[in-house]
């Protein structure tokens, strides 16, 4: 999968995709309410084998039921296609809880 950097548009586009999603500076963020702490840790669970599977690791900030999953290419310098993708399994995995 390409890190090449994304465009403006291209990054608006991907949103169109991913209406969670924000853009903030090089990187998009999306944050969930889970229906309770362990159900937000199990969230995270999930992502982080995503994650390691894909070997593109999202920050994630937890706030007991809130989860913050922040993703950006960092040796890339911005948003790839590689954040787009992980961005979308992270919707994915979310419908699943």
């Given at each position: ?63 007991w039921r ?32």
């Amino acid at each position: 999968m390409s890190t090449e950097l994304l465009s403006q548009d291209d990054i608006a586009k991907a949103l169109t995709d991913l209406p969670d999603w924000i853009h903030t500076g090089s990187s998009i963020a999306r944050t969930v309410e889970a229906p309770s702490f362990l159900a937000g840790i199990e969230l995270v669970r999930r992502v982080a084998l995503a994650a390691e599977a894909a070997n593109h690791h999202p920050d994630i900030d937890i706030r007991w039921r809130r989860v913050t999953f922040t993703v950006s290419t960092h040796s890339a310098g911005g948003i790839t296609q590689l954040d787009v993708t992980l961005a979308h399994e992270i919707d994915r995995l979310t419908q699943q809880s």
